[in-house]
């Protein structure tokens, strides 16, 4: 007996996800019957978190949707700018994104960042409790049920990693706001507030400074911050003047 089968299209935004053989067109996909369609999505390995709807014979269905033989199956990617519904927008990222934790910090975007592997359901978990969009390249992890929201981050290059971030979400900028090393708020700080972190150098060359609210550290405008500033630019450039959803 043939067993019920469909006929699947993953968008081409999507195809790194697949096998090869499923990157063009319409491929056949045997079902069981009783399996979702979520579950046979993440089954061909696209994380939910990149879908952003299902169509069955022309009409949106939900994960839960359990697919019947010769229905055709279309996996469209998640429309940009994306909703996150439910509380300010604000990330997690795991251990292997600590630049671009970083640098959406030095943007002033709300980015907690776990520096050591807490495993991935002390993540998940934390994404739940602190209502945070979990940024991984694990899909492994962006497929756990826990997660409150989640994002697969493309690319391996921060420059990249950034760009993809920021268009997809377009999270409010605010620009040196944020310590880069806690995500604490940073406030105007005098010399003398933070002298004790100054080598003598530095005391005597500058004279504007900011300090962490949370961890103490301070900030001025040092050797790096060209560098810091090229970065900052550009973001708002390129994605800080568009309006938000």
Known sequence: MTPPEIHVDVAPELALFVPHARRRGSTALAVDGVSTLGHVVESLGVPLTEVGALVVDGRRVPVGHVPADGESVSVRPV???????????RFLLDVHLGTL????????????????????PALAARSAAEQRVLLSRDRGLLRRRELWAGAFVYSTRPD???????????????????????????????????????????????????????????????????????????AVTEHGGRDTP
């Open 79 to 89: 429309t940009r700018p994306q909703r996150v519904p439910g509380a300010p927008l």
């Open 101 to 120: 934790a970083r640098r959406l910090r030095l943007l002033g975007v709300d980015t907690a960042y776990e520096s050591t592997d807490i495993g991935d």
């Open 160 to 234: 990249d990693q950034l760009d993809d971030v920021l268009d997809r979400f377009r999270p409010e900028l605010r620009p040196w706001t944020r310590c880069t090393a806690c995500n604490g708020l940073l406030r105007e700080a005098t010399k003398d507030e933070v002298a004790d972190q100054l080598a003598q150098g530095t005391h005597r060359t500058y004279d504007v400074f900011a300090r962490c609210d949370s961890c103490g550290r301070a900030y001025w405008k040092g050797a790096h911050h060209d560098q810091l500033e090229a970065i900052v630019d550009r």
